[in-house]
Each structure stands twice: as C-alpha cells, then as structure tokens.
C-alpha cells in the first residue's frame, strides 16, 4: 500500500495489507552501485538468476530488517520521522501506531485512537512533536508525539481524506480528499511583537524576550503560559505593552480568544523571570487605552469592556457597529474594524469620530508622531489621517504581511518575496527582494529590522533613495533633489519617466545624457539654453525647426534667427526681420 524512503539511512519502510510494516535494509543497493555492477534486464540468464518472480534485486540486496506486527487489518501507510528512530504506521483498523527501532529490534510505542474510520495517511510534523492523520472519516486529526493526545480535529462535512504530505520547507500541509485537495498551515507563523522607542518585545519559545536595537543585545524577560498537559495552546496572536507600569497584554485564540495580563521585572538582569499567575480574561483583542486601563473585545456580545490593572471591569461599552476586532489609537481612541470599514471611536465620550471604507483589516500600524495611520487588509495598504480620511490606497496581489513607518513619513511594507514603499500621496515601489517572509519592526536609515518566522531578529539593507528621492519631490526640497542626484546612482529609465510623468522635466535633465531626450525635455520645461545646446549638437532640420516654434513662441528673437539659419528658411527669416525692424539684415 506505501513505502518510503528513510530521510538519511540506507532503509525503506514498506505497509501492506496483510497487518504488517516492514523495513527493509537496502545498504546492499548502495554498494551494488558504488561497484558499478548493474543487472542486464534484457539478459535471459540474469533474469534467471534474479528468481523466478524476475526480481529486480538479488537475494543480497535488499532483506528485510524488521517486522512490525500489531495493526489488526490491513495497513495504508507508514513513515519514518525525519530525525528520530521512530515509524509511524496507520490502517483500516483505525488506529495510528508509533513504533521505535534501534540497530537490532524495533518494537511498539503507542497507539493513537480517535478515528471512526479506516486511517489513510500519517505524518510527524517536521519541526513540532505533532502527528498528522487523515481518514475515510472525514477528519484530519493533530496528536502530542509525547503524550499520544488529540490535540486538534479539522473536519470536512462531505468529503473523506485519502492522502496527507508536508511542504519540506514550509509549513504548509496538503490533504487530498474526495473532490480535490486543501492545502492548509498548522499554526500562526508571525511572531508577536510591540515596538516602544529603541527596545522590540517579542515572543519566542513561550518566553517574553527584549531586543534592543541600540546595541543588539537579545534577552528573556518572564515566562509565559504553556499548554497543559494533553492540551494545545495557539501561539499568541499580539501583544500591547505598558511602558507606564511595565506591563504586557498577550492575546491568543486559546478558549474561543483570550488574553492574559503580565507585570515585567522592574530590574532586567537578562535572565527569564517566572510570569507567575496572569491575570487572564476571555476575549478576542486587548489593547491599552490609557496608563491603568485597557479595552477588551467581547465579540459575542458586541461588547467594549474598559478593564483596570487588577482585571476588574470598570466600564461597558456597546460597539455602535458589528465589530470584528479593535485596535489602539492615540489617547483613549481605539479603531473598531468591522467587515467593511473602520471606524475611529473615543471610550470615554463612547462617540464615533470618523470612518473609512476598508476591507477586513488584519493590521493596524500608526506613524511615530501618530499623524498617520496604515490599515492593512489582505491585499490592500490604506493610508489615512488620524481622523481617518483617506490619503491613498495601494493593491497588491499577493497578501501583505507587516508594515513600519521611517521617519520621514514613508511606510515600507512586506509582501511573500518583497519589501516596498508607499507614499501617502500614492506613489509605490519596490525597495527589494527578500528570499523568505519577514515582519518588518523597525527602519533606520538603511538598516531594515525585522522578525523572521523562527522568532528572529534580523537586519536587512536596503536603499532608501528612490523614496526619500520622491519624498522630496512631493515636499517641492529641491535642495534635497540636488544633493540626492550627485550623491547617489539613482539613474535609469523608470526614473525619468516618472519624473516626465509627475510634472518635473527640469530634474529630469539632470540624468539625461542622450542628445535627443534631453533636447525634448528642455524644450518641456522651457531651458532653451540646454534646447540650444542639444540642437547643435544633434544638427538636424527637423530639430532646429522645432527649437525654432518653441523659440518664437516663447519671445527668443535671436534663437528664432539661428534656427532660421540653420534651416535656410530664407522666407520666414526675412519675414522675422521685417516684423522686428531690423532692415540691414532684411537688405542683405
């Protein structure tokens, strides 16, 4: 029914219907190769020697190392995991089955029970102590390697599963079932992480560690929850820091949505500090909206409840709209997101003070000065005031996944495989490629810091001059133009285009160095000189005729005369000469 390949040993572990796995050792292959010696398939007398069943190995080759009995029915599936000495076997028995091997046996471990069904496929999880099974049952099941628990079940209403497999780089899982296949993920990658001045806390291996970006020292605060003993616990899905009183929201989908309310040590001695009992809460988003109080979304219940420090609610709020999640704003205004737009609220004076059409938004992130506000959907970025009106709106198609403001005001966000920049007037690049997902924290001049999907934190290069270069075109700093265009290698013809595009053939010129264009930009932005100096280098009719209607239109007397002489337009000379009085150069 299966075989496999062990990742780095010479074995292949084999499943069948008659109850039993089998590895089979098949170093003989390996040796077989390595002398070179091959078996002639068209040879009468080498397909006799391969046995009666015209074998393709001898007897040598290949010979069975363990039998592995204690599946009652027929098996559908076995597997190596991919670093331990471990096999994991599924069948019509229902059952999954772990057994550990060494050089001289292989026994049972346990038994996963759970399906109602026959068990088609199974899987270790290649980077967790997690099991994957999937079933005629319409079911794929999760298991704890090390406590043979069910965890977790996905379940799809009409259609039975067949086959599972792993992405070998990603995590991403794909099970095939009746009417096609879903490719599905095990479990959030983004990393949790606030920002406050020069510090990143993040979270990482149930630990609450600090970064500082200053000297690049990494460390562990305080410990946070972990899942008890048989049971899962998401990793948490945001985190909202207190600088005030040092204290920290997590928030996870644990419970239907919950969060739990920690105090930081107020002496760091780099070492992790036990979290003790968090307050904890039920509730889909917490955010802080003041120094000793913070918002909890009851979306039940379409509920706003202001908490104090101790967890103890102070005050009820009803949303005014079906809300779907809450953000922090400046002072004590939070975004209420809701499936169609956003909506700026105030928790003290419960009013609605603006609102903006948006699709779902996943993130919230606000400039430095908080002037500014990036809303960040699925394949949109929306920039806006802070009273939520509308400055620009960037699609993408591919999902966006972070964003961070510099501080001259331009937002550079991520997508799968790029890091790009949005002006809040509309324009957009791409500052570079990335080989793997970041989630951008923090910019710095050319330093890009950024988590990546492990829980670290890296710096990218980047360079900022095309969007500084274009900042400072939008702010008229022509100085800051000059200095950029000696100063860098900002050259090419998407900039010159946009530059010709957006109004601005002066500076244009400055990264010309073609006759022809830079006669046409001159000629666009009125420096006749640079026309001048172009058409007698270029030194053709057709180009001195067009200097020559720009030059009369403009009031240029004498370039008239010259592009008149260039051309021996003899009539519209004297025609020029008669208009202008000038009766000696008429005579001649």
Not at 104 to 118: F, I, K, L, M, P
Not at 444 to 464: A, T
Request: hydrophobic share 40%; with cysteine.
């Amino acid at each position: 029914m299966c075989a496999q390949f062990h990742p780095t040993d010479d074995l292949v572990v084999s499943a069948c219907l008659d109850q039993t796995v089998r590895v089979w050792d098949i170093s003989g292959l390996r040796r077989k190769s390595a002398a070179g010696a091959q078996p002639m398939m068209n040879d009468p007398l080498s397909a006799q020697r391969m046995g009666a069943q015209g074998d393709f190995f001898n007897v040598t080759d290949v010979v069975v190392k363990f039998v592995l009995e204690g599946h009652t029915r027929g098996v559908n599936w076995a597997t190596f995991h991919p670093t331990m000495p471990l096999v994991l076997s599924c069948g019509d028995d229902r059952q999954v089955k772990i057994w550990r091997m060494n050089e001289s046996r292989a026994w049972e471990v346990d038994t996963c029970r759970g399906h109602y069904n026959n068990v088609n496929s199974a899987l270790f999880h290649p980077k967790r102590d997690f099991i994957l099974s999937d079933s005629e049952d319409k079911t794929i099941r999760v298991w704890d390697t090390s406590r043979r628990t069910l965890l977790q079940t996905f379940r799809r209403e009409q259609d039975r599963f067949w086959c599972l497999t792993a992405h070998p780089e990603l995590n991403l899982f794909a099970a095939g079932h009746d009417n096609g296949l879903v490719v599905f993920k095990m479990e959030r990658e983004r990393p949790a992480a606030a920002i406050h001045q020069n510090t990143l806390l993040y979270v990482k291996d149930s630990q609450i560690r600090l970064h500082d970006f200053s000297s690049a020292n990494d460390a562990p605060m305080i410990t946070i929850r972990t899942a008890p003993a048989g049971q899962y616990l998401p990793p948490p899905r945001s985190i909202s820091f207190n600088p005030a009183e040092k204290a920290v929201l997590v928030t996870s989908d644990a419970e239907g949505g919950s969060y739990d309310l920690y105090s930081l040590p107020r002496q760091f001695n780099g070492q992790a500090a036990d979290g003790g009992q968090a307050r904890r809460g039920g509730g889909s988003c917490a955010i802080w909206t003041g120094r000793n109080r913070f918002a909890v979304l009851d979306k039940a219940q379409q509920q706003i409840l202001i908490k104090d420090l101790s967890n103890q609610t102070t005050k009820t709020i009803k949303t005014p709209v079906v809300v779907e999640s809450i953000f922090a704003g400046p002072g004590s205004l939070i975004l209420l997101a809701t499936a169609s737009s956003v909506v700026l609220f105030d928790v003290q004076t419960r009013q609605t003070l603006g609102e903006i059409s948006a699709a779902p938004v996943k993130y919230v992130v606000w400039s430095s000065d908080m002037s500014t506000v990036a809303l960040l959907c699925k394949h949109t970025v929306t920039l806006a005031s802070k009273q939520l009106e509308q400055l620009c709106q960037i699609h993408e198609t591919i999902r966006i996944k972070s964003a961070v403001w510099d501080d001259s005001g331009v937002l550079l966000y991520s997508t799968l495989n790029h890091v790009k920049f949005a002006l809040p007037q509309g324009d957009s690049g791409i500052i570079r490629t990335i080989d793997n997902p970041v989630y951008l924290v923090r910019v710095q001049g050319g330093d890009l810091h950024c988590l990546d999907r492990e829980g670290s934190v890296q710096v990218l290069k980047i360079d900022p001059t095309e969007y500084r270069f274009k900042l400072a075109l939008v702010h008229r700093n022509y100085e800051e133009v000059v200095t950029i265009i000696r100063n860098s290698n900002l050259v090419g013809q998407s900039i010159i285009a946009y530059l010709q595009k957006n109004g601005y053939p002066e500076i244009a010129l400055h990264f010309v160095r073609d006759d022809t264009a830079r006669f046409e930009l001159a000629l666009e932005c009125g420096n006749m000189d640079i026309a001048l100096e172009t058409a007698k280098a270029i030194d053709k009719p057709a180009y001195w005729d067009k200097f020559g209607q720009e030059a009369l239109r403009r009031g240029h007397v004498q370039m008239v005369e010259l592009a008149y002489q260039r051309v021996r337009a003899y009539d519209k000379l004297s025609f020029l000469y008669s208009i202008t009085g000038n009766t000696d150069k008429l005579v001649k």
